[in-house]
């Protein structure tokens, strides 16, 4: 690893000028000091910050004790000249003795190496601010596990060997599941170490490299990129250092009139893209040559999270303008919720701005439309909670929320939210971002796969003769999320916009659907008419004892909500009931919620506090809200674990109609009822494995687990009762709260349309099918 100072200072040289940004030592290869001096090099020339270098370096393996990590760190440091490195790594899993001028062998094995006590020494130093991160280089999966249940910093990283004819598979998924990072050394084999055969020279690597027009190591390299792996390959020649930089790296005039040639005409970019001048010129090509008008072009871009401050919004537009060579774009962006300010600390740190205020930012955008340098206005990766306050407090409506949506994280919560605030959804990372080496979204540990390698999508691909790609996007489109997948090879880009000329059946539709990997929607809080849970009386046929008993026992255990309907035959039982309890002075009639199905003049007439709706569908909501004086405050849906109505009870949240769940249980009477054999086998969400096993993990009965996750989700639930003992049960869910990680495994078993208990289309008289206002004709 040593080389002389010219070399280093060459490679160096040629790295950051080919755009590299990540530099791998450690204290071992001897070559700190010489790297140190051609960074302060280009540090004081102004050419670069140190806020834009990711630098990585290793303690020694004959340092592995906790008493010698602060030692080693500072020692790296002075060599570097850098008060801090990003990423601080233990070298090896190995101890060997501290070597000295004493001993005859330099690897004598340190048998009390322990690695709990390293560790806890590796996160003093991010606490001393020497280290940003800390991780494991050559650790096995046992000794990763061990370090990262006894960290209070977990590791970040672990750097291992990994090449094409060693890919270290099972560590590398072992990793991910505790959301590490893995980095490969010797992504190209070692060519020279002199073995008879490696991957630059393998006969398969070579023909894809002449397919795709690339070196082999450019190939080796990519395949690595596209499995989430992070590559350093060692490389101090100039040429090959570019060339391995440029795996991923088209002109971008190749790609735009691609794009064009193919039919393209929606352009996303933006000012932290910093590709907005390059765009620019291409487009001026084009316009120049009157092969295309600027009205035929939908161009976004966006502003930066440093210019999250109302005084900047002007001045960032005016730039981007300037590099785009135009004097309007269709649609503006605020890029992240998050503000920052543009410099960064002493450390080098990016600095948050803790005063960002997103309504008077979005006054500043509206005066840009106003202006007439930005047509349309936006947001981008902002939650439910922050689109509903722009779009409150806004003059000019939020046009689009631009949001990372794939396969595995199809945000059907916040679709269905946008939606019904008349806000498009634009998604980007359609595909699932296989090429990302650094993964911006921490998903769920399950994740391994990719949406383009998946079965079901490889599947649809060969029955509909389409690219994995074009099935991705068509299943998005026919969501109604407008769709911009990231892609500069002429062929993908061809291939991308050719997705109009077929459609997935329902099925088909239902399949990819149920692929979502259940993420929740963060800021989306739920808001209940009342703290506590609801009781549905629905007993047709009970005898008005049996009433006085069920409503005896729901009011002495606490419920307050009495849910009751014409159709049900019940009223009046239930009236002389609750005026037994009104006379003896027990309960006053403001103390209950009492809901039936009979609208505005009601409320006007002092019949009812509130009016609502009931087994309504999104589109039949948003009719009635946007027509309504008094707007509807409630709509009763059946809802369950296996029909979890996720994009209904969103679409409600955002007009602040509440859910109600009647069903909440899965109906398992009905289920019974409806099934064709023998009743042991019938699924519910009351005897699925899952239920079972958080009802023993909390003391709780099935009952209480899904009402207790139907709560967590903010919807109101009415468990059909007139058991005693399982009404006193029904209320006792305020004692305990689901994990977050419970919570998700019972999100995942939502089985859509085909997990309802009561009215499902086979169920359904031809008539009621074909009924302009049937809900079920919608998707929610």
Same mark, same amino acid.
């Given at each position: 690893?040593?080389?002389?100072?010219?070399?280093?200072?060459?490679?160096?040289?040629?790295?950051?000028?080919?755009?590299?940004?990540?530099?791998?030592?450690?204290?071992?290869?001897?070559?700190?000091?010489?790297?140190?001096?051609?960074?302060?090099?280009?540090?004081?020339?102004?050419?670069?910050?140190?806020?834009?270098?990711?630098?990585?370096?290793?303690?020694?393996?004959?340092?592995?004790?906790?008493?010698?990590?602060?030692?080693?760190?500072?020692?790296?440091?002075?060599?570097?000249?850098?008060?801090?490195?990003?990423?601080?790594?233990?070298?090896?899993?190995?101890?060997?003795?501290?070597?000295?001028?004493?001993?005859?062998?330099? *690897?004598?094995?340190?048998?009390?190496?322990?690695?709990?006590?390293?560790?806890?020494?590796?996160?003093?130093?991010?606490?001393?601010?020497?280290?940003?991160?800390?991780?494991?280089?050559?650790?096995?999966?046992?000794?990763?596990?061990?370090?990262?249940?006894?960290? #209070?910093?977990?590791?970040?990283? $672990?750097?291992?060997?990994?090449?094409?004819?060693?890919?270290?598979?099972?560590?590398?998924?072992?990793?991910?599941?505790?959301?590490?990072?893995?980095?490969?050394?010797?992504?190209?084999?070692?060519?020279?170490?002199?073995?008879?055969?490696?991957?630059?020279?393998?006969?398969?690597?070579?023909?894809?490299?002449?397919?795709?027009?690339?070196?082999?190591?450019?190939?080796?390299?990519?395949?690595?990129?596209? #499995? +989430?792996?992070?590559?350093?390959?060692?490389?101090?020649?100039?040429?090959?250092?570019?060339?391995?930089?440029?795996?991923?790296?088209?002109?971008?005039?190749?790609?735009?009139?691609?794009?064009?040639?193919?039919?393209?005409?929606?352009?996303?970019?933006?000012?932290?893209?910093?590709?907005?001048?390059?765009?620019?010129?291409?487009?001026?090509?084009?316009?120049?040559?009157?092969?295309?008008?600027?009205?035929?072009?939908?161009?976004?871009?966006?502003?930066?999270?440093?210019?999250? #401050?109302?005084?900047?919004?002007?001045?960032?537009?005016?730039?981007?303008?300037?590099?785009?060579?135009?004097?309007?774009?269709?649609?503006?962006?605020?890029?992240?919720?998050?503000?920052?300010?543009?410099?960064?600390?002493?450390?080098?740190?990016?600095?948050?701005?803790?005063?960002?205020?997103?309504? %008077?930012?979005? =006054?500043?955008?509206?005066?840009?439309?106003?202006? +007439?340098?930005?047509?349309?206005?936006?947001?981008?990766?902002?939650?439910?909670?922050?689109?509903?306050?722009?779009?409150?407090?806004?003059?000019?409506?939020?046009?689009?929320?631009?949001?990372?949506?794939?396969?595995?994280?199809?945000?059907?919560? $916040?679709?269905? /939210?946008?939606?019904? $605030?008349?806000?498009?959804?634009?998604?980007?990372?359609?595909? +699932?971002?296989?090429?990302?080496?650094?993964?911006?979204?921490?998903?769920?540990? %399950?994740?391994?796969?990719?949406?383009?390698?998946?079965?079901?999508?490889?599947?649809?691909?060969?029955?509909?003769?389409?690219?994995?790609?074009?099935? $991705?996007? #068509?299943?998005?489109?026919?969501?109604?999320?407008?769709?911009?997948?990231?892609?500069?090879?002429?062929?993908?880009?061809?291939?991308?916009?050719?997705?109009?000329?077929?459609?997935?059946?329902?099925?088909?539709?239902?399949?990819?659907?149920?692929?979502?990997?259940?993420?929740?929607?963060?800021?989306?809080?739920?808001?209940?008419?009342?703290?506590?849970?609801?009781?549905? /009386?629905?007993?047709?046929?009970?005898?008005?004892?049996?009433?006085?008993?069920?409503?005896?026992?729901?009011?002495?255990?606490?419920?307050?909500?009495?849910?009751?309907?014409?159709?049900? =035959?019940?009223?009046?039982?239930?009236?002389?009931?609750?005026?037994?309890?009104?006379?003896?002075?027990?309960?006053?009639?403001?103390?209950? /919620?009492?809901?039936?199905?009979?609208?505005?003049?009601?409320?006007?007439?002092?019949?009812?506090?509130?009016? +609502?709706?009931?087994? *309504?569908?999104?589109?039949?909501?948003?009719?009635?809200?946007?027509?309504?004086?008094?707007?509807?405050?409630?709509?009763?849906?059946?809802?369950?674990?296996?029909?979890?109505?996720?994009?209904?009870?969103? /679409?409600?949240?955002?007009?602040?109609?509440?859910?109600?769940?009647?069903?909440?249980?899965?109906?398992?009477?009905?289920?019974?009822?409806?099934? =064709?054999?023998?009743?042991?086998?019938?699924?519910?969400?009351?005897?699925?494995?899952?239920?079972?096993?958080?009802?023993?993990?909390?003391?709780?009965?099935?009952?209480?687990?899904?009402?207790?996750?139907?709560?967590?989700?903010?919807?109101?639930?009415?468990? =059909?009762?007139?058991?005693?003992?399982?009404?006193?049960?029904?209320?006792?869910?305020?004692?305990?709260?689901?994990?977050?990680?419970?919570?998700?495994?019972?999100?995942?078993?939502?089985?859509?349309?085909?997990?309802?208990?009561?009215?499902?289309?086979?169920?359904?008289?031809?008539?009621?099918?074909?009924?302009?206002?049937?809900?079920?004709?919608?998707?929610?």
């Amino acid at each position: 690893m040593k080389y002389d100072i010219k070399n280093i200072e060459k490679a160096v040289d040629a790295a950051l000028e080919a755009g590299y940004r990540h530099i791998d030592t450690a204290y071992v290869y001897d070559n700190e000091a010489e790297i140190g001096q051609a960074l302060v090099k280009w540090l004081e020339s102004g050419k670069i910050k140190r806020e834009e270098l990711f630098i990585t370096t290793k303690l020694p393996h004959y340092a592995l004790r906790p008493e010698c990590v602060e030692k080693y760190l500072k020692m790296s440091l002075e060599k570097l000249q850098l008060d801090y490195v990003d990423l601080f790594l233990v070298h090896h899993s190995v101890g060997c003795m501290e070597i000295s001028k004493e001993m005859t062998d330099p *690897f004598v094995l340190d048998p009390e190496t322990d690695h709990v006590k390293i560790w806890k020494a590796m996160e003093a130093q991010v606490d001393a601010g020497r280290a940003k991160s800390i991780g494991l280089s050559n650790f096995n999966a046992r000794q990763v596990k061990r370090v990262w249940k006894s960290a #209070r910093i977990k590791p970040v990283m $672990l750097q291992i060997e990994l090449h094409v004819f060693f890919e270290q598979r099972e560590i590398v998924t072992f990793c991910k599941a505790l959301d590490m990072e893995v980095t490969a050394y010797a992504p190209l084999g070692c060519p020279d170490i002199g073995s008879m055969t490696y991957p630059l020279e393998d006969p398969l690597v070579k023909k894809i490299a002449k397919k795709h027009n690339r070196t082999t190591a450019q190939v080796l390299l990519r395949h690595t990129i596209q #499995r +989430g792996i992070i590559v350093i390959p060692k490389s101090s020649d100039p040429t090959r250092i570019r060339d391995n930089f440029n795996t991923g790296i088209r002109d971008m005039d190749t790609t735009i009139d691609t794009a064009l040639e193919a039919g393209f005409r929606h352009i996303d970019t933006a000012y932290a893209y910093k590709n907005e001048e390059a765009i620019g010129k291409s487009l001026k090509r084009w316009f120049d040559s009157g092969k295309i008008k600027r009205e035929e072009l939908f161009i976004v871009t966006k502003l930066p999270s440093s210019g999250n #401050r109302a005084e900047d919004v002007e001045k960032y537009l005016k730039q981007s303008l300037k590099n785009l060579q135009m004097t309007y774009v269709d649609l503006y962006l605020i890029h992240q919720p998050i503000g920052s300010f543009p410099e960064p600390d002493n450390d080098g740190n990016r600095v948050l701005d803790p005063n960002t205020d997103h309504l %008077s930012l979005w =006054k500043a955008m509206e005066a840009q439309v106003d202006a +007439g340098r930005a047509r349309s206005i936006g947001l981008s990766n902002f939650n439910a909670r922050q689109v509903k306050r722009v779009w409150e407090n806004a003059r000019i409506k939020p046009a689009n929320n631009q949001v990372e949506l794939n396969l595995f994280f199809q945000q059907k919560e $916040l679709v269905a /939210f946008c939606k019904a $605030l008349d806000v498009t959804i634009c998604a980007y990372s359609p595909l +699932g971002s296989p090429g990302m080496r650094i993964k911006m979204h921490k998903g769920d540990p %399950s994740i391994i796969d990719m949406p383009l390698t998946h079965p079901v999508v490889l599947k649809l691909a060969e029955k509909y003769k389409k690219t994995p790609s074009q099935i $991705l996007i #068509r299943h998005s489109i026919q969501r109604g999320v407008v769709v911009i997948p990231k892609s500069n090879n002429p062929e993908r880009l061809k291939e991308n916009i050719q997705v109009f000329d077929f459609a997935l059946s329902p099925d088909d539709v239902y399949e990819l659907d149920f692929l979502d990997r259940a993420q929740h929607l963060n800021g989306l809080n739920g808001k209940p008419s009342l703290s506590v849970v609801n009781v549905l /009386f629905y007993s047709m046929k009970a005898a008005t004892q049996d009433i006085d008993t069920t409503i005896d026992t729901a009011l002495e255990a606490g419920f307050r909500h009495i849910d009751t309907a014409y159709g049900y =035959k019940n009223e009046e039982a239930i009236g002389k009931s609750l005026k037994r309890w009104f006379d003896s002075g027990k309960i006053k009639r403001e103390e209950l /919620f009492i809901v039936t199905k009979a609208m505005e003049a009601q409320v006007d007439a002092g019949r009812a506090r509130s009016i +609502g709706m009931s087994n *309504f569908n999104a589109r039949q909501v948003k009719r009635v809200w946007e027509n309504a004086r008094i707007k509807p405050a409630n709509n009763q849906v059946e809802l369950n674990l296996f029909f979890q109505q996720k994009e209904l009870v969103a /679409f409600c949240k955002a007009l602040d109609v509440t859910i109600c769940a009647y069903s909440p249980l899965g109906s398992p009477g009905m289920r019974i009822k409806m099934h =064709k054999g023998d009743p042991s086998k019938v699924e519910m969400p009351l005897t699925d494995p899952v239920v079972l096993k958080l009802a023993k993990k909390y003391n709780k009965t099935p009952s209480q687990i899904l009402i207790r996750h139907s709560i967590q989700r903010g919807v109101v639930v009415i468990p =059909k009762s007139n058991n005693p003992e399982r009404l006193k049960q029904n209320i006792q869910v305020f004692d305990f709260t689901l994990s977050p990680e419970d919570v998700y495994e019972l999100d995942f078993l939502d089985r859509g349309e085909k997990g309802r208990g009561y009215e499902r289309r086979e169920t359904l008289s031809k008539r009621v099918l074909e009924h302009p206002e049937n809900p079920l004709n919608d998707p929610y």
